[in-house]
C-alpha cells in the first residue's frame, strides 16, 4: 500500500464520540476490533500506526491488558484534546563560548559553530538556533500566534522589511560579528559582494 494511502488514513481523523457507544472500562480483544468500534479503518504497524493511536488518544485514552492483546478504555473525552504544535517548539540546545575570543561562539544543537559579538549575547540567547539553507536561523511566534523565520544576521543588525537584505563581508554566513555584516539594498547586493571580494 502506498505511503499516502495510508497517511489519509491518519492524518484528519475526526470521531464523533458522542454517536460512537463507547465508555471507560469497555474490553477490546484487540486493536482492530477497537477500530472497527470507532469506524475507523486500523494501520497494523509502523509510524502510521504510531500516528494513528495518537490521534485516538485524542478522543479517548486507552492502554492494552498486561500479557494480552486486550485493550481497555481508561477515559472518553467530551471533547478532543488540542494538538500540540510542535513545528519549532525545540528546546534551546544550543551552546555558546563566551571566554576563549573576544568574541561569541554558539554551537547549534547539531554542532554547527556560528560567531557572533559578545555585546549580542543576551539578544540572540533566548532563541534556539540552527543552520538552514546555509544561514543561521529560528523561529518564533508573532502576535498571531503563527511561526515566522528569524535570520541571526538580520536580528543582529535589526534589519526589517523586505526592501533591505544583509550581506556577510567574508561570505561565510556563520560570522555574525557586526564588523562581518553590512546592510543593503537587495539591488545592490552583487555589486557590494564583488567589490568586497577583489
Known sequence: MSRSKRNSRVNGLILDIKNIDIKEGDVFSNY????N?????PVLR?????????EI???IDFERLPNSQSIIIKKV????????DKRHTLRNNNSYDLGNHDYGVGYT?????FYFDKEDYDLIKE???RLEDDRIVAYAKNSKDSWRKIRLDRLILNVTGTKNTVIHINNNSADNRKANLREVNRG???IIINNYNN
Open 57 to 59: 488518544k485524542r478522543y
Open 32 to 35: 482492530p476490533k477497537l477500530c
Open 127 to 129: 532563541y534556539c538556533w
Open 109 to 113: 544543537n547539531k554542532g554547527d559553530m
Open 46 to 54: 509502523g509510524c502510521a500506526k504510531d500516528s494513528q493511536i495518537k
Open 37 to 41: 468500534k470507532l469506524g475507523i479503518e
Open 77 to 84: 473525552y467530551d471533547t478532543p484534546i488540542k494538538r500540540e
Open 188 to 190: 545592490c547586493r552583487v
